[in-house]
């Protein structure tokens, strides 16, 4: 059975960093393409960041570009989601998702719930001015 669970998210000021961990399990995690996807209150489902399965491509929205940093710790099964000079639009419960497919790539559009087979719990972010 496939499991994410994502941990570390909590509150922070304007300007502060966190780091969100996502530990996978079910299948064999260094293969996959895995991405953090959020949802900001009463707004849909943005695409964040991507790493791939097979070269460790990454790929960010513009609007985290430069700021977060997805990374992955294939030993440990774990996803990770650093985020540095945080913004109060950054406010949202993030998810750890995945297809299961080892190919990444960027997203233009909204995410759909049915564009990942799994999503994770989901770890809330609150940033305060």
């Not at 991507?50 to 099964?77: E, H, M, P, Q």
Request: hydrophobic share 35%.
């Amino acid at each position: 059975e496939v499991q994410l669970v994502e941990s570390g998210g909590g509150l922070v000021q304007t300007g502060g960093s966190l780091n969100l961990s996502c530990s996978a399990s079910g299948f064999t995690f260094s293969s996959v393409a895995m991405t953090w996807v959020r949802q900001a209150p009463g707004k849909g489902l943005e695409w964040v960041a991507t790493i791939d399965g097979r070269y460790g491509l990454v790929f960010y929205a513009k609007s985290v570009k430069g700021r977060f940093t997805i990374s992955r710790d294939n030993a440990k099964n774990t996803l990770y989601l650093q985020l540095n000079s945080m913004k109060t639009e950054d406010t949202a419960e993030y998810y750890c998702v995945t297809k299961l497919g080892s190919a990444g790539g960027s997203w233009t559009r909204e995410i759909r719930k049915d564009d990942f087979a799994y999503w994770g719990q989901g770890t809330q972010v609150t940033v305060s001015s």
